[in-house]
């Protein structure tokens, strides 16, 4: 096995183009294209077994594999960044079985596979956004039975979400949920972003990219098409809010990008760094340029 | 035509399978009446309530809801999403385990406003406002608005769920068993509240129950209920007072005395 996946030609001829067969892409793009056609709402798909377990991106996996195609260059981040265990792993899947350019330039990907953050850089046309979604439904944690929730769906009875971010308010005196903050579709659908920071939010409304969502262990696929109106749920006297520490990036200095907190000593010393890698770099050779000039 | 009825209910028959869950059962009421069912356990009187209120499909029949723009609604012939509506905000239904009408993992306060966020409001404070007035009138310390159900007595679980199938005023209320597995005390407290608040609001209701106490206090009319059928109606002094047929007989001396 070692020697032959020395030689990519092999590779190529050992799997399918992207890793799945054809026919599975095809039921996958149904499912896609239905998802576009109905922004929001989770459309069923047959998902299978990939040499991965779930809950690591096997949703947004099957996506990515079935828009892929060879003049494609690829992105995979994870928590923003492009060089953790989960975005390396995945990269390196696509380039052994598709093929494919990466990139990690933001600017520079036709498709973005990536897990629970939006890139900070601005998407345009032409992009395709995937997110890993671990539990596509809402309401899950508010009502249990998938039949309930699918008619609540169905019948936009969505009083029950509002439950959750009133029990936020009574609990912590604002509303508390800072990751996976439900929005709703085109004016429609109560959708979940996957667990996406808050700060997020705002950067999915009219968003010119493609945003798709897969659910590997859950079958389900979602979609919101460019330019669509995506609105964070709120009460009229606690409005949304999308929210960040409130510091500097202690690499680039940016304070405007979303911050990861790690402790840097035993005493508890922290640091704040951008959680978008490409980003930070990017204003970091902004910086050096200005420096210089 | 004058339509002054609040709700009637013309030849309601529903069966599953074979048995009869109930058969050709009338019924009507007017705003601020209450009305009783009673039978023995299995004479269909929940099957009829969850008929009547449209969560079960019935077989044969009509089930017309004066709505408060003065239309005829039939629950037969509207489509799922009107129903739904309907049953949020002009119906209510009080289960006889509080578990089964609450969200005991939420609390009592996020309880209360769901009914109020399901038609609409969205504004924090408003809802908590009303959700603590609806507290006081439910005689539950206002100071428990954060806590859940599951930390409350069965009595109060009760009360909580009266407070947060009220909230929306609706114009007719269903109760099944009220006030089944709670001590007497409690059961006295409760029906003192349900009594003082349908009167005071005007709210119609239509009560399935097994004890004829209940009966006695709250309802003005009453139908008895036997293997599906209907077989006696009447105001309620009179069929408790004066019971005409073999059954009703038997149910009203059966009753215990102290």
Redesign the interface.
């Known amino acids: 096995m070692n020697d032959m996946s020395k030689d990519k030609n092999i590779d190529i001829q050992i799997y399918n183009f992207a890793y799945l067969d054809e026919n599975t892409k095809r039921m996958i793009r149904r499912a896609l294209l239905k998802a576009l056609c109905i922004p929001g709402y989770q459309v069923p798909f047959s998902s299978r077994e990939m040499p991965m377990p779930y809950g690591w991106g096997t949703g947004g996996i099957q996506v990515t594999s079935a828009c892929l195609i060879p003049k494609d260059v690829l992105k995979v981040i994870d928590q923003g960044a492009d060089d953790t265990t989960n975005a390396v792993s995945i990269r390196k899947f696509f380039q052994k079985t598709a093929n494919v350019a990466v990139t990690e330039k933001t600017s520079d990907a036709s498709l973005i596979q990536t897990r629970h953050r939006i890139p900070e850089t601005k998407l345009k046309e032409q992009q395709i956004l995937v997110y890993q979604v671990p539990i596509p439904e809402p309401l899950r944690f508010l009502e249990p039975r998938e039949t309930e929730t699918r008619k609540m769906h169905a019948l936009s009875e969505y009083g029950l979400m509002f439950v959750k971010l009133y029990e936020d308010i009574a609990k912590h005196g604002h509303i508390e949920t800072a990751y996976a903050y439900p929005v709703k579709t085109n004016g429609n659908y109560v959708t979940d972003p996957s667990p996406i920071p808050k700060f997020d939010n705002p950067k999915m409304n009219n968003n010119p990219a493609i945003q798709l969502f897969g659910a590997g262990r859950e079958q389900r696929i979602y979609a919101i098409p460019p330019y669509t109106n995506v609105k964070s749920l709120d009460f009229e006297d606690y409005p949304f809010e999308a929210m960040k520490a409130n510091f500097k990036c202690s690499i680039c200095g940016s304070s405007d990008s979303y911050l990861d907190e790690i402790i840097v000593s035993d005493d508890g010393k922290r640091s704040y760094i951008c959680s978008d890698t490409d980003y930070c770099k990017e204003q970091t050779q902004l910086n050096s340029k200005e420096e210089d000039q | 035509m004058m339509q002054d009825f609040l709700f009637k209910a013309s030849n309601i028959s529903k069966y599953y399978g074979q048995n009869v869950g109930c058969k050709n059962v009338s019924l009507d009421i007017n705003s601020g009446e209450v009305l009783g069912i009673v039978g023995e356990s299995g004479s269909g009187k929940s099957t009829l309530l969850n008929c009547i209120y449209g969560n079960l499909k019935v077989d044969e029949g009509d089930i017309l809801l004066n709505d408060k723009s003065k239309k005829i609604l039939n629950f037969t012939k509207i489509d ?2 009107k129903l ?1 509506l309907i049953q949020r905000s002009d119906l209510a239904f009080v289960h006889q385990n509080p578990r089964d009408g609450l ?1 005991m993992n ?2 009592a ?2 309880n209360i ?7 609409g409001h ?4 408003e ?2 406002e009303i959700a603590s007035s609806w507290l006081e009138k439910v005689e539950i310390d206002v100071s428990r ?2 806590d859940k159900p599951s930390t409350f007595s069965g009595g109060m679980q009760q009360r909580l769920q009266i407070a947060r199938n009220l909230v929306t005023k609706p114009r007719l209320i269903f109760m099944d068993e009220p006030t089944g597995g709670l001590d007497v005390s409690v059961q006295a407290k409760i029906l003192d509240l349900l009594r003082n608040l349908v009167r005071e609001l005007g709210i119609a209701a239509i009560i399935v129950t097994h004890d004829l106490a209940v009966v006695r206090l709250l309802a003005d009319r009453i139908i008895v209920m036997q293997n599906g059928n209907v077989i006696e109606a009447g105001l309620c002094d009179q069929v408790l007072d004066d019971p005409q047929h073999k059954y009703s007989q038997l149910l009203v001396s059966s009753v215990l005395q102290v």
Not at chain 2, 113 to 119: C, D, K, S, T, V
């Open positions: 799922e999403p739904r969200r939420i609390s306060g996020g406003g769901e009914r109020l966020m399901a038609i969205r504004n924090y404070g809802i908590r608005i954060d």
